[in-house]
């Protein structure tokens, strides 16, 4: 088994999670294709370098799109999310470079979550992590996007809890929002703020589970930087790395 592939226990808790085949329809080998899609995401090589003990690049590049569009990548990893307890809630981002390639788009076609600035392109990963550090709910903008205004996004899908994050969540719109929803938000103030809001040093210390999650993250080279055009490619690839944390913390527990 190569480096890359995943092992017996991985693939016994994903292949229950992947669309069965039409009926009268021949598909080829899907562990051969998901261990070819994520040697791409670790390594970050372009699809036209892949090994040939994968088969034609074609296949795996064609699978991985046409999935992404269907929103099944993102379906592994919430069906894997539905698994976590959430005791806590842990929200935070990263910003990741865009490579030149993933700005090719079409014109018209909107941004696909890639923000210009003068330090270059970028995209902002927003997470939800739970109390052992494993990801509940994704999101993408473009990097200058303030992380208050994506929060909602992310909490409004989650079932009430206690909620940290970091002074750039600062609102006290969105700490009422976490209270009418029967949760607890442990949110810093800004040193601007006039009435300051202190957070429990024990339960701010546990922030570094979401940092250590995008360091986990951040191995996946082409999720490190951005190489897809189409935002829900590259959600897609965020989710079948986060899918892939899953499945090795699983595999630890049995």
Not at 85 to 114: C, E, F, T, Y
Not at 137 to 144: F, W
Not at 202 to 214: A, C, G, P, S, T
């Amino acid at each position: 088994m190569a480096r890359y592939d995943l092992s017996d226990e991985e693939w016994a808790i994903v292949a229950p999670l992947l669309p069965k085949p039409g009926r009268g329809k021949h598909r080829v080998d899907d562990r051969r294709i998901v261990n070819a899609i994520f040697y791409v995401l670790r390594t970050g090589a372009p699809w036209r370098d892949l090994p040939g003990r994968y088969g034609p690049y074609t296949t795996a590049y064609n699978r991985f799109n046409r999935w992404a569009k269907r929103g099944i990548w993102l379906k592994v990893f919430e069906e894997l999310a539905r698994l976590s307890p959430q005791s806590l809630q842990l929200i935070d981002s990263s910003i990741v470079r865009a490579h030149q390639h993933a700005a090719g788009g079409k014109k018209g076609s909107g941004d696909h979550a890639i923000g210009r600035s003068r330090g270059g392109l970028s995209t902002k990963i927003h997470a939800v992590v739970d109390q052992d550090g494993l990801p509940v709910r994704l999101a993408i903008s473009p990097g200058q996007a303030a992380d208050k205004t994506i929060a909602p996004l992310l909490l409004d899908a989650l079932p009430p809890g206690c909620v940290i994050a970091d002074r750039g969540y600062d609102s006290l719109a969105l700490v009422n929002r976490v209270a009418a929803r029967g949760g607890v938000a442990h949110f810093p103030t800004q040193s601007r703020v006039r009435i300051q809001r202190s957070v429990p040093r024990d339960l701010y210390r546990k922030r570094n589970l979401v940092e250590r999650f995008f360091c986990k993250l951040k191995h996946f080279r082409r999720i490190a930087t951005r190489f897809e055009k189409h935002a829900a490619n590259f959600l897609a690839a965020i989710a079948l790395a986060s899918a892939r944390i899953w499945m090795r913390a699983i595999e630890s527990r049995t």
